[in-house]
Nanobody, 112 residues
Framework: QVQLVESGGGLVQPGASLRLSCAASGFTFSVYTMYWVRQAPGKELEWISSLNSGGTAPKYADAVKGRFAIPRDDAKFTVYLQTRNLKREDAAVYYC?????RGPGTQVTVSS
């Protein structure tokens, strides 16, 4: 059974950093591209980053390029979203995805 579980969200001030984690199980993690998406209140789901198998080709939405990174640790079956210089508009529930499967999400709130 494919399972994804996100963690690491929280309440931070503008300009802060957070590292989100997504622990995967139930599939051959290392061969799959992994995705991070987010959803802010009243808005549609937004793709923000993805990383291919092997970790050689990270991709980022323009809104987060230069501020977010998406490392993965295949030995730990985990993909991360390293965020920095968070802005109020980054506040959302963050999900990792593989295919049609996504986890329950982790809330990121950015407020002073």
């Amino acid at each position: 059974q494919v399972q994804l579980v996100e963690s690491g969200g929280g309440l931070v001030q503008p300009g802060a950093s957070l590292r989100l984690s997504c622990a995967a199980s139930g599939f051959t993690f290392s061969v799959y591209t992994m995705y991070w998406v987010r959803q802010a209140p009243g808005k549609e789901l937004e793709w923000i980053s993805s990383l291919n198998s092997g970790g050689t080709a990270p991709k980022y939405a323009d809104a987060v390029k230069g501020r977010f990174a998406i490392p993965r640790d295949d030995a730990k079956f985990t993909v991360y979203l390293q965020t920095r210089n968070l802005k109020r508009e980054d506040a959302a529930v963050y999900y990792c995805k593989e295919g049609d499967i996504r986890g329950p999400g982790t809330q990121v709130t950015v407020s002073s």
